[in-house]
């Protein structure tokens, strides 16, 4: 049996840090990790009998911290980048650096001894100011590994003692404190290289943080406390205020205007308007009423309401969507997998090239002064740090910026499936129409549509819903009836053998006698003759056929409306080059009403469940890829089977759990703006390996050829890690 574990990690500094660790963690047996460097966390899946201790003492044993992440009501912890230990180094640094490169630089200023005035300044900038290089080199050495920061804290730490040496070799030769100019030192290339990382690391920093912040922010949307109503003395109740994690399912909370809803429940007293847009980014309040679904972490603007917790603690809808853009940033598609395995092995590359260059200057040319500064030039300009960077931090940003949208992405593979997406096959009731119906019309008599109401009463399909609010309304203009036919949900009691036929209908016994009703090919299937013309088919109604006792009774008629956007939605779609599939259950002539009216060209009607994941296998056997969309139990299977499933908010678990994307709205519009999304993410991430790799191919030989210094590498290292991560945060801007 398999579990997963989050891990918190401390000490990582870049790719070949991520790299090192997962490596230690996936030669663990029956371990599989991925290690996210923007989050500082590791998402691990264990399937054999270690421990959470096991875990931990591997990252250890890799040179680095591990604990294991705790979860709170509210979803996942995450972890505050905080730049300010870094703030002191880098302004230390910086005031001590600019008198280093200035004196250095300038010739005119080379007063006598002005290099031990240098080399006396650069001492604390090269060790305390580089420390958290030095550092993360040690424990990397510790664990038998080299990353990119062995890279730079060898290049500052050669540099810098060559220069040291050089004073001293001067000094035997007996030039005491005036050196001449042919003892060359490099104090102000490893105090330059110091200041420019620490710039890098401080922006990296920051924009971490806001790379997560709209995860942070939707962690922070949680109530903390809620007024639970507690049973008193005799038949009074008193309201206790408890901690957000002491509720449990079933208590009674009360939510007054003003107030956050503490959890997800159920209206049990009440009326009120909930502002749901820091969940669905919708403005406008949804009006609750008796028996109404609410969402924890949206606030009450008008009445007082009683809520019957049904669910707490990470099994919230707001757990669940930190959880899944939690998920989401710390996985990683194909393209950053193959980064990861380069960046891996480069560093003991770049270590082979740097030696090379030394020695091919020194042997080819006998300057071996040149030499060591083309070779420190390499180390430098060669540190990857932006690759490690450049998918985790759009990841990052996308995720947290779909949060804010209502876009929820299961993770990176999701993204890259949105590439190849070419035909989007999509349900009819509830994503494209309302899914709120209303009873048109029957055939049927007054006892047979009470019969065909009380059947449909065990259902909570819109359908059955439709028709019971009918029934009801008609029992409560005809009381008389009412008492003699059991109208709607009042003789409930009375249904026994109840079966739901998926994507069929429903059968029963009521009052001894068999009852059938659904669709009339259903109905056909048991061997009844359902027999009816096309012109007695109300334009665009769902029709529902009755049989009791074998015997066909009438057909009733039900519609719902097309929700609003579904046309803007399917046009843009289009706009994008995807096909439109509308895939429905409904009759033929409901669907083409449908799809008339949105455009749609291709209809598959009358389809079952089973039917359902039959037609995306047929599309996919054509070669096109498809995404399925859609919200009920009965798509579960077609949404895991697509390419790419896309859930919509009001829908099942269990569609939610099959799909890839889920829609914290139902609002059509919000399909293709998950596409675009995505695609903009990728094409993002693409970006920013080609110009990370492009960098280091392209600067590698420059440097080698010693037509760089090790100042201006370090500056254009800095840059590129930088410029990846200014290049991701444009995804804030994402409309």
Same mark, same amino acid.
């Given at each position: 049996m398999s579990r997963e574990v989050d891990l918190d990690i401390t000490g990582m500094t870049c790719a070949s840090c991520s790299a090192r660790i997962e490596k230690k963690l996936t030669r663990l047996d029956g371990v599989s990790a991925e290690v996210n460097l923007p989050l500082n966390s590791a998402h691990v899946i264990v399937e054999s009998e270690l421990s959470d201790a096991d875990l931990t003492a591997a990252v250890e044993k890799a040179g680095y911290g591990a604990t294991v992440k705790t979860t709170s009501a509210s979803g996942p912890e995450i972890v505050d980048y905080d730049p300010r230990h870094l703030r002191p180094r880098f302004i230390g640094s910086l005031i001590l650096a600019v008198p280093i490169v200035a004196i250095s630089m300038v010739m005119s200023w080379h007063f006598p001894g002005w290099e031990w005035i240098v080399a006396i300044l650069a001492l604390p900038v090269v060790t305390w100011g580089a420390w958290p290089f030095h550092s993360a080199a040690f424990k990397a050495a510790r664990g038998r590994s080299t990353t990119m920061d062995t890279l730079v804290s060898v290049g500052i730490i050669v540099a810098s003692a060559y220069s040291y040496i050089t004073l001293g070799r001067a000094v035997a030769d007996g030039y005491g404190w005036q050196i001449p100019a042919t003892y060359h030192v490099w104090f102000e290339a490893a105090a330059a290289i110091t200041v420019f990382l620490l710039i890098g690391k401080l922006t990296e920093d920051r924009a971490k943080s806001r790379a997560t912040a709209a995860l942070k922010a939707l962690l922070g949307l949680g109530a903390r406390s809620a007024n639970v109503l507690r049973e008193g003395t005799g038949d009074t109740r008193a309201e206790v205020q408890v901690p957000i994690d002491e509720l449990v399912v079933g208590d009674v909370f009360i939510v007054r205007p003003?107030?956050?809803?503490?959890?997800?429940?159920?209206?049990?007293?009440?009326?009120?308007?909930?502002?749901?847009? %820091?969940?669905?980014?919708? #403005?406008?309040?949804?009006?609750?009423?008796?028996?109404?679904?609410?969402?924890?972490?949206?606030?009450?603007?008008?009445?007082?309401?009683?809520?019957?917790?049904?669910?707490?603690?990470s099994d919230t809808t707001l757990a669940a969507m930190a959880d899944l853009v939690s998920r989401a940033q710390t996985g990683k598609p194909a393209v950053q997998r193959l980064a990861d395995r380069i960046s891996a092995v480069f560093?003991?590359?770049?270590?082979?090239?740097?030696?090379?260059?030394?020695? &091919?200057?020194?042997?080819?040319?006998?300057?071996?002064?040149?030499?060591?500064?083309? +070779?420190?030039?390499?180390?430098?300009?060669?540190?990857?740090?932006?690759?490690?960077? &450049?998918?985790?931090? &759009?990841?990052?940003?996308?995720?947290? !910026?779909?949060?804010?949208?209502?876009?929820?992405?299961?993770?990176?593979?999701?993204?890259?499936?949105?590439?190849?997406?070419?035909?989007?096959?999509?349900?009819?009731?509830?994503?494209?129409?309302?899914?709120?119906?209303?009873?048109?019309?029957?055939?049927?008599?007054d006892t047979d549509f009470a019969v065909l109401a009380r059947l449909e009463s065990q259902s909570e399909h819109p359908v059955a819903r439709a028709i019971v609010e009918a029934a009801d309304t008609r029992a409560e203009s005809q009381p008389a009836k009412q008492a003699n036919a059991g109208l709607g949900r009042t003789a409930a009691s009375a249904v026994e053998d109840f079966e739901n036929i998926p994507g069929g209908g429903l059968q029963a016994t009521i009052d001894g006698a068999e009852v059938l009703a659904g669709r009339p090919d259903l109905l056909r299937e048991r061997g009844i003759d359902v027999t009816y013309t096309s012109d007695s088919v109300p334009t665009g109604a769902t029709i529902v056929a009755l049989a009791i006792d074998s015997q066909f009774r009438g057909l009733t008629f039900v519609s719902d409306e097309i929700k609003t956007g579904a046309a803007e939605a399917i046009a843009e779609l289009h706009s994008l080059g995807i096909d439109t599939v509308l895939l429905t259950g409904d009759n033929a002539q409901a669907a083409e009403v449908v799809a008339g009216t949105l455009a749609i060209t291709e209809i598959r009607?009358?389809?079952? @469940?089973?039917?359902?994941?039959?037609?995306?296998n047929e599309l996919q056997a054509r070669g096109q890829a498809v995404?399925?969309?859609?919200?009920?139990?009965?798509?579960?299977?077609?949404?895991? /089977?697509?390419?790419?499933?896309?859930? %919509?908010?009001?829908?099942?678990?269990? +569609? %939610?759990? +099959?799909?890839?994307?889920? %829609?914290? !709205?139902?609002? @059509?519009?919000?399909?293709?703006?998950?596409?675009?999304?995505?695609?903009?993410?990728? /094409?993002?991430?693409?970006?920013?390996?080609?110009?990370?790799?492009?960098?280091?191919? &392209? +600067?590698?030989?420059?440097?080698?050829?010693?037509?760089?210094? @090790?100042?201006?590498?370090?500056?254009?290292?800095?840059? #590129? #890690?930088?410029?990846?991560?200014?290049? #991701?945060?444009?995804?804030? !801007?994402?409309?």
């Open positions: 003003g107030e956050k809803i503490a959890t997800d429940g159920e209206v049990i007293a009440g009326h009120s308007a909930i502002d749901e847009a %820091m969940l669905t980014g919708e #403005s406008v309040p949804v009006e609750v009423d008796l028996g109404d679904a609410v969402t924890g972490a949206t606030i009450n603007t008008s009445g007082v309401l009683e809520v019957r917790a049904t669910r707490v603690g560093v003991p590359i770049v270590f082979a090239i740097s030696a090379l260059t030394l020695l &091919a200057w020194g042997l080819i040319t006998g300057d071996w002064a040149m030499g060591l500064h083309a +070779a420190l030039t390499v180390l430098i300009i060669a540190c990857p740090c932006a690759l490690g960077l &450049a998918t985790p931090t &759009a990841l990052a940003v996308s995720s947290g !910026r779909g949060s804010q949208l209502g876009i929820l992405v299961s993770g990176p593979e999701a993204l890259e499936s949105t590439r190849s997406i070419d035909t989007v096959v999509l349900d009819k009731t509830g994503t494209l129409t309302t899914g709120v119906m209303t009873l048109l019309d029957t055939q049927l008599s009607a009358d389809v079952r @469940p089973e039917g359902k994941i039959a037609v995306i995404a399925m969309v859609g919200d009920g139990i009965n798509d579960a299977a077609a949404l895991a /089977g697509a390419d790419l499933g896309i859930a %919509m908010g009001s829908g099942t678990d269990a +569609a %939610m759990a +099959a799909s890839d994307i889920t %829609m914290v !709205r139902s609002d @059509p519009r919000q399909i293709p703006l998950a596409i675009r999304l995505s695609r903009k993410t990728l /094409g993002l991430i693409k970006g920013n390996l080609f110009w990370a790799f492009a960098y280091n191919t &392209a +600067a590698v030989p420059i440097a080698a050829f010693g037509l760089l210094s @090790p100042m201006i590498a370090g500056a254009a290292m800095a840059f #590129s #890690s930088v410029f990846v991560v200014l290049n #991701s945060l444009r995804l804030l !801007r994402f409309r």
